[in-house]
């Protein structure tokens, strides 16, 4: 029998224990309203590794010999990668206009690093890359800058650098220019420029995957608490820290807060953003 995807349907105790599993092991909240929204894009998956019911799908990633490897498919499904170049930029200014400028000033040994760490496409740190270059600040300093997803599939298409026009709304077009070149209906990065950028493969709530990173003095990790869970937020938050040698700042969202949890980061204005400090 062949199923579509409206054809797994799902029970109100598959959907809790579902979530609570996906909200345990990627952070991702889905209220009770998001019941549908969860079963649609999960059905696909569902249908896809031979099942027609979401409590086979739920004993296989709780206790199936298979559930390391189909983990990434359901970050796949469930990874909204909105994102575009030059966005929410009074956070870059401030990392190129005073971070940087008084990193240098305190000739610290090591290289700056700057981690984006729900980086999606790549369009934050390539964004990143573009600011320091524009500033002239790459080949003075030594500067590094790494990359994460939890989804493979935004991870792919970072790595491969080729965008199309929604990511270009709001960078200014003499740095398209500048930064890209034309290659069939889409813009190719600039090889120097993509190759600034270190990729990586992390979950923000898994402690062994954040561990392998190297510490960074600048953390930019904007626009995925919005879909985490308080204690999610708490737990990335403590783990991001961790790789955070002091000083070291980091960089959410505008639509997110953590003046409500016990973070331990002192709230800064620094350059005109906000930014949450490790003294
Ligand atoms: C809306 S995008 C944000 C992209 C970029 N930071 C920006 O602000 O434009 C959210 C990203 O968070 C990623 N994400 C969701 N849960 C995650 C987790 N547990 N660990 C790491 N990344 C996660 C998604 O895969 C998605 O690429």
Not at 151 to 157: D, G, K, N, T, V
């Amino acid at each position: 029998m062949r199923f579509t995807q409206e054809d797994v349907p799902i029970s109100d105790s598959e959907f809790v224990i579902l979530r609570d599993l996906i909200r345990e092991r990627l952070g991702l909240v889905y209220e009770d309203g998001k019941r549908d929204l969860l079963a649609d894009k999960l059905s696909g998956r569902v249908l896809e590794r031979g099942f027609n019911s979401f409590i086979d799908y739920y004993y296989l990633l709780k206790y199936g010999p298979g559930a390391e490897e189909e983990w990434p498919h359901v970050m796949d499904a469930l990874s909204v990668q909105e994102t575009y170049f030059w966005r929410e930029m009074d956070q870059v200014r401030a990392l190129v206009d005073v971070l940087v400028p008084q990193y240098v000033a305190a000739r610290r040994p090591e290289p700056l690093r700057i981690w984006s760490a729900a980086c999606a496409t790549g369009e934050e740190p390539l964004t990143i890359a573009m600011a320091l270059a524009e500033a002239g600040w790459w080949g003075r300093v030594p500067i590094r800058i790494q990359a994460s997803d939890a989804s493979p599939s935004a991870l792919a298409r970072a790595r491969l650098g080729v965008y199309r026009e929604r990511s270009f709304r709001a960078l200014p077009p003499a740095l398209r220019e500048r930064y890209f070149s034309e290659a069939g209906g889409c813009w190719r990065v600039a090889p120097e420029l993509h190759a600034r950028v270190d990729w990586s493969l992390a979950n923000l709530t898994a402690p062994e995957e954040i561990a392998r990173m190297p510490p960074a003095a600048v953390v930019f990790c904007r626009n995925v608490f919005i879909y985490f869970s308080t204690a999610a937020i708490t737990k990335a938050v403590r783990l991001l820290a961790d790789r955070m040698p002091p000083p070291s700042y980091l960089f959410v969202g505008v639509s997110e807060s953590l003046l409500r949890l016990t973070t331990g980061l002192e709230l800064q204005e620094i350059g005109g953003a906000f930014v949450y400090v490790k003294v």
